[in-house]
Nanobody, 127 residues
């Protein structure tokens, strides 16, 4: 069992940056793949990016590739989402999620593969 708490959301102007954090409870954080998802008002929750349990593999949605970066610090049981060059269309509630994996190089693109979810943090980008 793991509990996830996101932080770092807020209001930022277009072109600005934010860094989201997701702190996990428990001592087995390094065994979980982590994902970031977002949900805009009236829309479905979508994959933003993922990182494998040891941080060796990452991938991103095309809409954020080159602007967002996921990293993790297993010693601190925390995963980060650095968001640069933000656009109004990035406005959403951002969620982190943890997945039990057998392969340390694995992460998932679909939300149903994730076992634990944070409560979400609001990111609003003004034009």
């Amino acid at each position: 069992q793991v509990q996830l708490v996101e932080s770092g959301g807020g209001l930022v102007q277009a072109g600005g940056s934010l860094r989201l954090s997701c702190a996990a409870s428990g001592r087995t954080f390094s065994t979980y793949a982590m994902g970031w998802f977002r949900q805009a008002p009236g829309k479905e929750r979508l994959f933003v990016g993922g990182i494998s349990s040891m941080g060796t593999n990452t991938d991103y949605a095309d809409s954020v590739k080159g602007r967002f970066t996921i990293t993790r610090d297993n010693a601190k049981s925390t995963v980060y989402l650095q968001m640069n060059s933000l656009k109004p269309e990035d406005t959403a509630v951002y969620y982190c999620a943890a997945a039990v994996v057998r392969n340390s190089g694995t992460f998932y693109y679909t939300e149903r593969r994730y076992d634990y979810w944070g409560q979400g943090t609001q990111v609003t980008v003004s034009s």
